[in-house]
């Protein structure tokens, strides 16, 4: 996608004085700063996931490629990648993506000779990511049928009014993005769309990033209090719902931001269409019920302060809970299949149950 007019994809790899770098761009400093940072050792790789520098699922199961990769410069000893492995997975529980990156990179280069698994490594990283991007590509294009039956539905009469939760744009994949692959579809397509953002406390990826990515794309939107959907749903002033998923279970069930499972509940008591863009990589099909999903338990410390630009331009943090409150920081939730209308898959849109999934991956299963 476009920033400021260039050309910018989340991860990519840069090559200078005989050594393969990473590149992020630095989501904890967005949207107030555009800083890119380099990871050279797949501990920054494990840090920069674990603080969300990068984050989504997508985009977590890239990063742990590549962070295999720089492993794989360091000590491509089966025993050294393992270990690199471990320490990837343990970052961060509940996206699939991450174990998957792994795994694949492991299943790739384990049969190789250790000397020819870190050329292979960086090659693998690449392909898995230039998947990502076609994946979501392919996710848009299926999305936007669905804007566009909106679009008819409202005689083509005003902008369809999507509403979205976290992010699930282009920063939380390799590009594209997947829950706004279709947004981006749309808007390149001549659809008119408005999207509502939930902000996504604690952390404000909706406010930060994508409203962000919105503006950046020059795509009409409005960021809401997280608890600003239902009303909005009751009034009918949003015609579908598009969040991601960082995990979908065999059935169907779909682990999300935290928040996403009240969404669910108000669309489908408001009769709103709620679907879930989901590649891939990010069904579990070894996972039988949605209750299995491992949710990540984040510091309480994000929910008792928050971030935001001070006056003087400055990056500052505040308290907003009394001292010696307690808080709880549950990062995902767990939407049962009986609330989603669809998931939106690169192999097309599907129901939200075990046997239309297996029917369009029979290889997974
Ligand atoms: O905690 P985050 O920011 O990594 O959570 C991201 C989400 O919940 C996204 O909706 C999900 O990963 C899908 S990203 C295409």
């Excluded at 384990?110 to 020819?116: A, I, M, N």
């Excluded at 794309?217 to 960021?223: F, L, N, Q, R, S």
């Excluded at 309480?300 to 500052?316: F, P, T």
């Amino acid at each position: 996608m476009l920033v400021q007019g260039t050309p910018t994809r989340t991860i990519r790899p840069v090559v200078e004085g005989g050594k393969t770098w990473v590149e992020i761009i630095d989501q904890t400093r967005l949207p107030h700063a555009f800083i890119l940072r380099r990871l050279a050792t797949p501990e920054d790789a494990m840090e920069a996931i674990a603080v969300m520098r990068v984050r989504g699922a997508p985009l977590i199961g890239a990063t742990a490629a590549y962070g295999m990769a720089l492993a794989a410069d360091r000590d491509a000893s089966d025993a050294g990648m393992a270990q690199a492995g471990e320490g990837l997975v343990a970052t961060r529980p509940t996206a699939v993506n991450l174990g998957w990156g792994v795994e694949r990179m492991l299943w790739r280069l384990l049969p190789l000779p250790v000397s020819e698994r870190s050329p292979a490594a960086w090659a693998e990283a690449a392909t898995l990511c230039e998947e990502d991007v076609e994946q979501n590509r392919a996710i848009g294009r299926h999305g936007l049928d669905l804007i566009r039956a909106a679009w008819k539905k409202a005689a083509r009469s005003r902008p369809v009014n999507i509403l979205t939760h976290c992010n699930a744009g282009w920063l939380a994949t390799v590009d594209w993005g997947t829950a706004l692959a279709p947004v981006f579809a749309a808007h390149e397509a001549g659809v008119p769309v408005h999207v509502w953002v939930d902000e996504t406390r604690p952390r404000n990826q909706g406010a930060s990033l994508t409203a962000w990515e919105l503006a950046q794309a020059g795509i009409p939107h409005t960021v809401i209090a997280d608890n600003a959907g239902g009303h909005l749903m009751q009034h009918g002033r949003v015609d579908l719902c598009i969040v991601g998923t960082d995990r979908v279970a065999a059935n169907g069930d779909v682990a999300n931001k935290i928040g996403t499972y009240l969404k669910a509940l108000a669309a489908n008591d408001c009769g709103v269409p709620f679907y879930v863009a989901a590649p891939g990589p990010s069904i579990d099909f070894r996972l039988a019920e949605g209750r299995d999903i491992p949710i990540e338990e984040r510091d309480a410390g994000e929910v008792a302060r928050i971030q935001g630009l001070a006056e003087d331009g400055s990056l500052v943090s505040v308290r907003l809970v009394p001292e010696g409150s307690a808080c709880a920081n549950p990062a995902f939730d767990v939407t049962p299949a009986r609330l989603v209308s669809g998931l939106i898959t690169e192999r097309g849109v599907c129901a939200a149950d075990r046997a239309a999934l297996a029917e369009l991956f029979p290889e997974r299963t």
